[in-house]
């Protein structure tokens, strides 16, 4: 059973596009989401985290959006780039359970010139 | 700083063999997770050592066992390999309560 659903699989942007990628999860007790960014052949990077006490957090072109009610939260990536394209990862876990990471399905993100 | 290294990068198995993977932490974590990531999904949690101890499991059969020792490093092993095995296994490490690192991961394959 997946905790945390994440869409779309794959998205294409142009260069300087925006893209946005989506996730939602039923588990309450999560206190914890952070986004890694995986490029091929590599493991899994931090990008960016943010928990529940705050409805958004930006660094550089990267915004973490959370909707507590609707048990949602979004990656935003402005001005995207070659660079960007790899596959996104979100995340989800409690202080509580250690820190265990469940993790999305990921999002191919590819940026066009 | 080294971060997290995970040897070997790569390996072929056969049915039935077993394998063992191992994961340097980085430098100062004392936390060590184990995770599956099968082709076009998201890892899968496996288990966590702490304090040389397995701290949670997720839901992975006996066959796939660790071990973690004195210095923090820590192995993966997988009995009685099946073909559903081939993945990428990833070594994550943290301080409890923080972030956690990923490594490169080592790429599995079971004919």
């Known amino acids: 059973q997946q905790q945390v659903k994440q869409s779309p699989q794959s998205l294409i942007v142009q260069k300087g596009g925006i893209s946005i990628i989506n996730c939602a999860y039923e588990?309450?007790?999560?206190?914890?989401f952070p986004w890694y960014q995986q490029f091929p052949g590599k493991g899994p990077a931090l990008l960016i985290a943010?928990?529940?006490?705050?409805s958004e957090k930006k660094e550089g072109r990267f915004t973490i959006s959370f909707n507590k009610s609707a048990k949602q939260f979004s990656l935003h990536i402005m001005d995207s780039q070659p660079g960007d394209s790899a596959t996104y990862f979100c995340?989800?876990?409690?202080?509580?359970?250690?820190?265990?990471?469940?993790f999305g399905a990921g999002t191919t993100v590819t940026v066009r010139a | 700083d080294a971060g997290v290294t995970q040897s070997p990068t790569h390996l072929i198995k056969t049915r039935g063999q077993q394998v063992t993977l191992r994961c340097s932490p980085k430098?100062?974590?004392?936390?060590v997770s184990w995770y599956q990531q099968a082709l076009g999904q998201g890892p899968q949690f496996i288990f966590q050592?702490?304090?040389?101890?397995?701290?949670q499991r997720g839901n992975f059969p006996d066959r796939f066992s660790g071990h973690q020792f004195p210095n923090y490093s820590s192995e993966l092993n997988v009995n009685a390999l099946l073909l559903g095995d081939s993945a990428l296994y990833l070594c994550?490490?943290?301080?409890?309560?923080?972030?956690?690192?990923f490594g490169q991961g080592t790429r599995l394959t079971v004919v």
């Open positions: 994550a490490s943290s301080l409890p309560g923080n972030v956690a690192f």
């Open positions: 588990n309450t007790a999560f206190d914890y």
């Open positions: 943010i928990r529940p006490d705050v």
């Open positions: 995340a989800a876990s409690t202080r509580s359970n250690d820190y265990k990471l469940s």
């Open positions: 430098s100062g974590h004392d936390t």
């Open positions: 050592y702490y304090e040389e101890e397995e701290r």
